[in-house]
């Protein structure tokens, strides 16, 4: 309900909100109130060690003389450093916009596409003129300041009127004077639909726009190619990997094939990476086109016929989108993998497109998965797909899989997870290495209290299978609930009964009264807090955190799991990463250097923040040094601030960009159980530090320092290089 004196607005934060506006990271929650007089917005911050969050207040002016990379976590930096798209809208814009006009840019950002189109038509200094005007529609407040810093920068804040809006709040006679004339956006994530582009096009049509309106971009198409890929089976399909694994242990029993899963959805990947772990079975096909300039519809279904080009088995189909900007049909934006080097003439596209760019983060292929093993194909056989989208997504379903149907008693009691939580427990040497270290555990105890401080299932089921006697509290902070309905689900198939697991199924800090009045005999952990997988390695120092909190409820000769946990580090040759993260200057003939240090960009006066990358997914990248430990957490002790360095010596020529930092987790107390998180570890994501300068290795450059702090009040990890 809407009052007279507030209205609130409740943004569950991912990428972008749907009409303009992005998101600020993956576990934020924002909420912005504003009244007649004042706006302000409230952040929810999770706190990295405790897992729990706190509301930020962030205030009406930007404090330029303590400004902090607020804006890190989200793609603009990303965005505004890839080149090609910037060229390729400035064209468009200037092709589009060709004399005094209404302009509407919906998902404003930083105001780069509005200054386009303001300079396009040549506005005067007066933003409600009839005659030309540019509306720029931006709902994300921090966003908003720094826009309104660029303007500035730019002598553009006259000419460009600003709303803090979704712009299907918007309203002509209210917020602007007229319908607009030309529609300019960029609200695209890699699906293409995810950020709301279909609601915001439908809105703007129907209230925003006059009747024959120019749009850039004009059209945009999905493509899609059959691959075969083991590992891609691997991120998805735990039931049949899990087969091949003769542990005892059954995560996804007979039955219950989707108990644990992944979404049924697309998934954002750098599929280069990939290389000749993908074995292409079918050509490029055309999906879906859909066209910016007139009213799209909510709902569309297509049936593509696909000719296999090889014997094999359909493990996923990758798919990516072409962007006509202008309507002629000569300015293009591809997403493409580096393979496809121009789609066949059929589908419509000039012969001088092109799919090659330059790596870049913000837009990645997407991946979906097939059912369980896969679709077998023989060579020339016509595959059919049914394809369908709604408002914010592409699904897709293959004829021949649709026809059988797999019984699941599980749907009350299964929990998602991602691809890569997937195919760590379907692991065969990972489940090898975390059974070995929970019998060290388990090792002359009878009878004991076993205490699961995170979120992981398979050691819930691993230690009520092993030990027949223990009695377990699993703590699940992030499955609750969910996580006791999946261990009743599966505990005949993996012989406990659920009289020996309680579920804590809140955030709340454990006491002897949920023990019983007993000590805690194991504390054990992967560590694995659902929801951080995507977040810095060092997230799963919450379980120092929790251990902490329940010092005086454990026994004297208790076991911890992992007992320590080891910060590493080795130095990176990341030029892709780098040169996608590096400082802005001039974008387009426009002044973006006032956003370094707001959106965390490396340069000479800003500094980069750890931010969470898959290494072997960042394009070029090659080591250029062993591997050093920077500083060790003591997990038999309470936690604590602690510090460490380490003199990196490079044994490889070449450009040093940053450093790749990651947790080893010392799981026994002889070291001899280590589970590493490193680069070569394809199933975790690394902290990258990108320096400000590269550096290049040659003669009087042999080595460099880097230093990090653990700041145990706040749970963040500074690191430093001199």
């Known amino acids: 309900m809407r009052s007279h004196l507030q209205t609130l607005t409740r943004t569950v934060s991912v990428v972008r909100t749907l009409t303009g506006g992005f998101r600020p990271s993956p576990k934020a929650i924002t909420r912005t109130m504003s009244t007649n007089t004042t706006g302000l917005m409230f952040q929810l911050k999770l706190n990295p060690i405790t897992g729990n969050s706190e509301w930020i207040v962030i205030e009406e002016e930007l404090d330029d003389a303590s400004p902090k990379p607020m804006l890190a976590t989200t793609s603009y930096l990303d965005m505004l450093n ?29 105001g780069l596409l509005s200054m ?5 038509m040549g506005v005067d200094d007066d933003s409600s003129s009839s005659k030309g005007m540019v509306t ?18 730019n002598d553009m804040n006259s000419k460009i009127r600003v709303l803090n809006k979704r712009s299907d709040e918007v309203e002509v006679g209210v917020d602007v004077a007229s319908r607009a004339d030309v529609l300019v956006s960029e609200i695209l994530d890699s699906e293409l639909l995810g950020e709301g582009l279909i609601p915001s096009l439908q809105h703007a049509h129907d209230k925003l726009l006059v009747e024959n309106y120019k749009t850039v971009p004009y059209r945009a198409t999905t493509y899609g190619q059959l691959v075969e890929s083991t590992y891609l089976w691997e991120l998805h399909d735990l039931y049949n990997n899990e087969a091949n694994v003769a542990d005892g242990i059954h995560l ?10 992944v979404k049924p959805q697309q998934f954002a990947m750098h599929c280069d990476a990939m290389g000749e772990e993908l074995r292409l079975l079918s050509e ?27 014997d094999g ?13 202008d309507e002629e049909g000569n300015i293009f934006y591809s997403t493409s993998p580096k393979w496809i080097n121009s789609p066949s003439t059929n ?23 097939t059912k369980g093993k896969g679709l077998p194909v023989r060579k020339d056989e016509d595959v059919r797909m049914d394809a369908i989208h709604t408002d914010i997504s592409i699904s897709y379903k293959f004829k ?44 002359g105890k009878e009878s004991p209290l076993c205490v699961i401080a995170d979120d992981s299932v398979f050691l819930s089921v691993a230690v009520a299978h092993i030990s027949k006697s223990s009695h377990i509290i699993a703590m699940f902070p992030g499955f609750g609930d969910k996580g006791r309905q999946y261990l009743q689900a599966v505990a005949d198939e993996n012989g406990y009964s659920m009289d020996r697991i309680q579920v804590i199924n809140t955030r709340k800090q454990l006491t002897m009264n949920d023990t019983h009045q007993n000590k805690v005999d194991l504390l054990i952990a992967e560590p694995f807090y659902f929801g951080a997988e995507g977040m810095l390695p060092w997230q799963g120092l919450q379980f120092w955190s929790k251990r902490t909190m329940i010092d005086s409820m454990l026994a004297e000769d208790v076991c911890i799991m992992p007992c320590k946990g080891i910060l590493k580090a080795c130095a990176m040759s990341l030029p892709d990463l780098w040169r996608s993260r590096c400082a802005l200057e001039n974008i387009e003939g426009f002044d973006h250097t006032m956003v370094n240090t707001t959106l965390g960009a490396c340069g000479p006066s800003s500094e980069s923040p750890c931010l969470p990358f898959f290494i072997w997914q960042c394009g070029e990248t090659q080591k250029l040094s062993d591997t050093y430990t920077i500083m060790e957490f003591d997990f038999l002790k309470p936690m604590s601030s602690c510090h460490g360095k380490a003199k990196v010596e490079f044994i490889e020529a070449g450009v040093c960009h940053g450093f790749a930092l990651w947790i080893d987790w010392v799981m026994d107390s002889t070291n001899d159980i280590v589970m590493s998180t490193g680069p070569d570890q394809r199933y975790w994501k690394q902290g990258v530090k990108l320096l400000a300068e590269p550096l290049k290795i040659g003669p009087g450059i042999c080595s460099t320092v880097i230093e990090a702090h653990f700041d145990s009040s706040s749970g963040e990890l500074s690191v430093n290089n001199r």
């Not at 931006?138 to 500035?152: I, Q, T, W």
């Not at 996804?252 to 899963?261: F, N, Q």
């Not at 066209?291 to 016929?305: A, L, M, N, Y």
Request: hydrophobic share 40%; with cysteine.
């Open 400 to 443: 021949a899989q649709s026809q059988t149907s797999e019984v699941d008693h599980s749907q009350d009691s299964h929990l998602t997870l991602s691809p890569e939580r997937i195919a760590i427990y379907g692991d065969n040497n990972w489940r090898q290495f975390m059974l070995k270290a929970i019998n060290y555990a388990l090792k």
């Open 136 to 153: 720029a529609c931006e709902s994300y407040l921090p966003m908003v300041k720094l826009m309104k810093k660029v303007l500035r920068a």
């Open 347 to 369: 589908n419509g596209l000039s012969s001088t497109y092109t799919g090659t760019r330059d790596w870049c983060d913000h837009w990645k292929q997407c991946v979906w998965f």
């Open 252 to 261: 996804v029993p007979k039955g219950k094939e989707s108990i644990l899963r």
């Open 116 to 120: 386009m189109a303001a300079r396009a």
């Open 313 to 325: 088995t359909v493990h996923a189909v990758i798919s990516w989108w072409v962007l006509q900007l």
């Open 82 to 110: 890839d080149s090609p798209r910037n060229r390729a809208y400035r064209n468009a814009i200037d092709k589009a916009v060709t004399k005094q006009c209404h302009v509407l840019d919906i998902g404003a950002g930083t």
């Open 284 to 310: 490029p096909f055309k999906i879906f086109e859909f066209d910016f300039w007139k009213r799209p519809d909510s709902h569309g279904e297509t049936q593509v016929h696909i000719k296999a080009t090889d």
